[in-house]
């Protein structure tokens, strides 16, 4: 059975979790363990998706979605320069460019910036933008000023006028997470095992699908073919774990 995210059926039961924003700092925790009779818990799955959904890694974070946390995943998918995306879109950018600025890890950061730019996804963009000076300047996941050509291009409507929109999907992790949220129920009755192998399974399928999707989606064009509705989702939303 399959439960949407935030619903509450009358037969489970509520247990109250902290939930770090996705824009605050991590908050130091001094959480003690209170007995062994519960099982221990992982705060979050975080997944790396690439624009068009299709997933190229995840992992689990025990205590938070800190900057730390995010990085250190980053640095074990993609370990040289050469390996490195372009752009790395998340919702916490701007926690992630600050943690790196910092002195102490001047070095990490003078290896990330020479082949990636942090930003922010569409949705989260538009309430940190507002009082966020840093993520506004830097972070930005559409800039007109020119500074990442790649991330804007022309359409045209139609009517023919023509009007910028962003390049690629920035929520894509977005969702695949509200995807993933219908299992929720029964992924937190399972044993870490048995979560490791569902979760693994579940998005190389929906890996698959999206490539299945992609091919038929060239195929109906190249044959000049109507493009089917559920094969035309295109990424043009208007103006998110990592998209690439």
Known sequence: ML???GEQLPWNTVRPRNVQPHDEQQ???????KNYFTPGKFYCVETICAPCGV???????????SPSNVMRFLEEVFPTEESRPDYVCI??????????????????WETWKKTTRFSVDSYHYTNHRVKDFLCRIFCNPAPLD????????TDVDNNGNP??????????????????????????????SNFDWFLHTMLFYHSR????????????????MEVEEDVAENDDFPAEDIVL
């Not at 908050?27 to 363990?33: E, P, R």
């Not at 997933?55 to 979605?65: P, R």
């Not at 600050?98 to 070095?107: F, H, K, S, V």
């Open 55 to 65: 997933v190229i890694a995840w992992t689990k974070f025990e205590g938070a979605e």
């Open 209 to 224: 699908h999206v490539i299945d999707r992609q091919a038929r989606r060239r195929r109906q064009e190249a044959n000049g």
């Open 91 to 108: 919702d916490k950018a701007c926690l992630v460019l600050r943690y790196l600025l910092n002195d102490a890890r001047r070095e990490q």
């Open 27 to 33: 908050q130091s925790s001094n959480n003690k363990i």
């Open 163 to 192: 009007y910028l929109k962003r390049a690629f999907n920035t929520q894509a992790c977005e969702q695949l997470n509200a995807w993933l949220g219908g299992f929720e129920s029964t992924l937190k009755k399972m044993t870490p």
């Open 146 to 153: 020119g500074s990442a050509p790649n991330l804007v291009v």
């Open 3 to 5: 439960q949407h995210p």
